[in-house]
């Protein structure tokens, strides 16, 4: 009688014991595999392609960043579901519809320059990323901020900077900007963001109400003047800082 052999696990175990001592750290067969990969696939078909979702860019950025690894550890198991999450200092990650569709909107091509007013967890500005190595984000609450510069530096998001300060003011450092995406309700478009706007830029806010509902607004740069295009009706956080002075 033939003696069975060390079952597949086992083996599978030394050689990446073997290739640990050997520094091969990138072996396929040594990675976890994502758990929540089923989920964020599921996402991606029943909630934005099902939907107006069809940029096969944003797609497949969506299905690859883990929203999971932005909000708190007792809500992952929620992380693909279709509606927000909260977060630290009482603010919320948006659905995965709405980061989608503005993602889409702006139509951030390879090498351009955009701003985000409002990091929250860093997801938006993660999945901002694919699209450009030019991108920068601004958070008001200094916790917030230090949290999501660290955990998108740890996840490999390097080319995302993460400013603490007013997103009101923008950051006139790195302007123009070709995009700028504010993550937060005002009543009124933050005259210096639109001076940041290069000529030709596009910027997407939820504007109105910041006690009710906004409509999710575009704005684009021209020489005539600025085209404005209302979208579609959303709720999102309000914007503070000196926007609430105005």
Known sequence: ?????????????????????LSLSHTAFCESPDPYAAARQRMVLRQLKARDISDPKVLKVMGTVGRHLFVRPGLASQAYADHPLPIEEGQTISQPYIVALMTQILDIQSGEKVLEIGTGSGYQAAVLSHFTDQAWSIEIRKTLAQSAAKRLET?????????????YFGWPE?????????????????????????????????????????TLTKITKTPKGNEVEHLLGVVFVPMVGKILED
């Open 1 to 21: 009688m033939t003696k069975p052999g060390p079952p597949l696990i086992a083996i599978l175990a030394l050689m990446c014991v073997i290739a640990g001592s």
């Open 155 to 167: 996840l490999g998001y390097g080319n995302v900077k993460v400013k603490h300060g007013d997103g």
């Open 174 to 214: 790195y302007a123009p900007f070709d995009a700028i995406m504010i993550t937060a309700a005002a009543n009124h478009v933050p005259p210096l963001l639109m001076e940041q706007l290069k000529m030709g830029g596009r910027l997407l806010i939820p504007l109105g109400s910041t006690t009710y509902y906004q």
